[in-house]
């Protein structure tokens, strides 16, 4: 299957790069040639240097004969024409970067509509609504619904007092409607077994029913149980617009620290209740105690600028911030950062990737979720009738060892599954897979190509 991406830049390349790992055939059209040369020295793809909007270009056969057309420049407008005309010229389906909120909140569904464009992307939105759900979340270092909310995965991190370390997982009495799926340790991603454990330092993923993980996370996890009521944003970009909106609507008190006063004063005027907006640097010490750091229940650094945001980040650790997240650019910044001691990295860019990437695989993938920088992934999928996995004891599939079963829903019913359980057709599943497996594990569950058109 053939994919064209049209813009070459940040998101353009990490989505490149995800789907050509995959195996598809990616071609990169960017009418700038020097923001291709990186593409072109790093990554196994066909570049084109024209103009996405050029319907000469697009009558290229390397671009028209395409099954998906992805449009990810910096400007909206050229994304949706550019979509318009791969619709034109016969691609069947198309993804569009919207980075305007106001389309996407106001005219959402008149884009996708009248533009006949089958996804909306905007990274921004998407890395503020994880940054909320994980900030409401006790403990959390991510936090993912699945199977339209009924499944949730939850990761943290195991410390030094935690109840969790050291005991085989065998003898682990964890809650019903909890399993443990994952364990990141030494940069490598585990599937664990009974006799595997958890250990200090570890970064844990569980999944399971959303009321078990919130109480398991209070009452296991979490040292301190003192709800979010003050957050701290340092820097007012298009995520921190976004994100303050959830947190006064959820009653939780908001300061953000902006140095650009025209940046400020946008941020000033949508504020309500209690929350300020403050004109400062957000390296100043003095500013940062005087405006209570040391009280924040999180601090949330979201700069254009990634050793700025590790900077405040570990500033404000210092001082006494309960938690700290960090919105990084590059995305191979997010192991480092969180080795040092950050306690959530975000990158909208591999978010945004993640909704690229279950688009592509939606023959029976309805969800993916790319964790730990793409060492791994979480997958929801559709069971079919007559594959490998259905109508048998999973104890009885012989399942590749890079994957696990989670989770499954039938009939609106969530469960956990064991050794004795039979997946069915129509059966919607939840899958932890290794780097790179994926796409050949959902054919022991669906037995169709990665797209369906």
């Not at 997240?325 to 969180?338: G, K």
């Not at 009885?396 to 997946?423: E, F």
């Not at 497996?437 to 797209?451: D, G, I, L, Y």
């Amino acid at each position: 299957m053939r994919v064209v991406i049209i813009g070459a830049g940040k998101l353009g390349y990490t989505i490149a790069e995800l789907l050509s790992s995959e195996g598809l055939e990616v071609v990169v059209v960017d009418k700038d040639e020097n923001q291709l040369t990186a593409v072109k020295e790093t990554l196994d793809v066909m570049t084109i240097n024209k103009s996405g909007t050029n319907p000469i270009t697009l009558d290229d056969p390397d671009i028209s004969r395409a099954e998906i057309f992805i449009a990810v420049t910096s400007t909206d407008e050229v994304n949706m024409i550019a979509c318009i005309l791969a619709k034109k010229h016969g691609i069947k389906h198309t993804i569009a970067r919207i980075r305007d909120m106001q389309f996407m909140s106001e005219a959402r569904e008149y884009v996708k509509k009248n533009f006949d464009i089958d996804l909306l992307l905007n990274p921004e939105l998407i890395a503020a609504n994880e940054i909320y759900r994980i900030l409401t979340t006790p403990a959390a270092l991510n936090v993912d619904d699945f199977a339209d909310g009924k499944i949730r995965l939850f990761e943290t991190k195991i410390h030094r007092r935690s109840q969790l370390a050291g005991i085989p997982l065998k003898n682990l009495k964890l809650p019903a409607g909890i399993l443990a799926g994952l364990i990141h340790r030494d940069h490598r991603m585990i599937i664990p077994h009974g006799d595997d454990s958890f250990q200090i330092h570890d970064n844990a993923y569980f999944i399971g029913f959303p009321n078990a993980i919130e109480k398991f996370s209070a009452n296991l996890v979490q040292q301190d149980t003192r709800p979010l009521e003050k957050v701290l944003i340092i820097g007012a970009g298009r995520i921190a617009r976004a994100l303050v909106g959830q947190l006064i609507d959820a009653a939780i008190s908001v300061k953000v620290i902006e140095k650009d006063r025209e940046r400020c004063e946008q941020m000033a005027e949508i504020l309500t209740g209690d929350s300020i907006a403050i004109y400062g640097d957000g390296t100043n010490v003095d500013l940062l105690a005087e405006e209570g750091i040391a009280s924040a229940d999180a601090v949330v650094c979201l700069t254009e600028d990634d050793r700025l945001n590790l900077m405040m980040a570990l500033l404000a650790k210092h001082m006494g911030a309960k938690k700290t997240v960090v919105r990084v650019y590059r995305t191979e910044y997010v192991e480092l950062i969180e080795k040092v001691g950050v306690d959530v990295v975000i990158s909208a860019r591999l978010l945004s990737a993640s909704e690229v990437l279950a688009f592509v695989r939606r023959g029976g993938v309805t969800r993916v979720s790319i964790l730990e920088g793409a060492k791994a992934e979480a997958v929801e999928v559709i069971v079919k009738k007559g594959t490998k996995a259905e109508g048998k004891k999973l104890m009885n599939v012989d399942l590749p060892k890079s994957c696990l079963v989670c989770a499954y829903v039938r009939k609106g019913v969530a469960a956990i599954p064991n050794g004795h359980t039979i997946l069915s057709d129509g059966d919607k599943i939840i899958l932890f897979c290794l780097r790179g497996s994926a796409h050949e594990v959902v054919k022991w569950f669906t037995n169709e190509q990665r797209f369906v058109v």
